[in-house]
């Protein structure tokens, strides 16, 4: 009898180990289903900080030792002020920017020569099936763990916008849960873990007429009524219909190659 009370003390405790182990801070992602390629996105998926507006996101390493991210998060940024954190907690700052804004693209160059330790790669493939599993890491506004979040979703079509009268911009549609803050993060492809596209934002919408009132009253309006429309601001990047845009592949592959960069 107390050989048995033995066996089952012992079986207990090994099984608090194991219970212990899953609850550490050190995260260690599955590298299998939608978490495939988990391992090396929570190493090269970092958060991007431009402090004088305010604003953070997400960027990946490129194997160029590149950093990619969305343009829109260093729009009036101030580069020197610039700072790109690693989930191990280093963090460089950055020397040369390159953008598109179309695109919505941006490359940077961080001072910290070999920053980028793990990077992800580009996929080949340009055209993908519709309802494909797709995954992406990254930062959403209102977390401050050090490593990167997981979310999963469905390549589920393409989106045009007309930029000027002779350029139109194509998007990947996804639908996931695409956060402010997740912009510039990486879409994977869950069969491969290569990168497909770069977020770009997510579907909120509002009038145009609005959206241009709500912008002009957050930069021109009184004390009180800057501080109205930064809530509403706020309250629609909350907003969450869980669809997403993201540039497509072959623009990013264009866009790297412009800058002499093979993708």
Not at 101 to 118: E, G, Q, S
Not at 175 to 185: I, K, L
Request: aromatic residues 6%; glycine residues 10%; hydrophobic residues 40%.
């Amino acid at each position: 009898m107390r050989l048995a009370n033995h066996s089952i003390v012992a079986t207990l405790m090994m099984l608090a180990a194991m219970l212990l182990g899953l609850f550490t801070t050190d995260v260690v992602a599955q590298s299998e289903y939608a978490g495939r390629g988990g391992t090396g996105a929570i190493n090269s998926v970092y958060r991007v900080l431009c402090p004088d507006q305010n604003r953070g996101g997400t960027a990946f390493g490129h194997k160029s030792g590149q950093i990619i991210t969305a343009e829109h998060l260093l729009r009036d940024c101030d580069v020197t002020k610039l700072r790109v954190i690693a989930p191990s907690g280093t963090s460089t700052g950055v020397s040369a920017v390159k953008v598109d804004a179309d695109l919505d693209i941006a490359l940077l160059t961080p001072t910290v020569n070999d920053f980028v330790k793990v990077p992800l790669d580009v996929i080949a493939e340009t055209s993908f099936t519709m309802g494909a599993q797709l995954s992406t890491w990254g930062f959403p506004e209102g977390y401050s763990g050090r490593n990167p979040l997981l979310s999963v979703g469905y390549l589920a079509g393409v989106d045009e916008r007309r930029i000027t009268p002779d350029v139109v911009v194509r998007k990947w549609v996804v639908n996931g849960a695409f956060n402010r803050g997740n912009s510039g993060g990486p879409v994977l492809e869950a069969r491969t873990a290569n990168v497909v596209g770069v977020i770009s934002s997510k579907l909120a919408p509002i009038p145009k007429e609005l959206e241009t009132r709500l912008e002009t009253l957050a930069k021109n309006g009184s004390g009180e009524a800057r501080t109205i429309a930064e809530i509403l601001q706020h309250l629609r990047s909350q907003t969450q219909l869980v669809i997403g845009f993201a540039t497509m592949t072959e623009d990013l592959r264009k866009f790297l190659n412009k800058n002499g960069i093979n993708p």
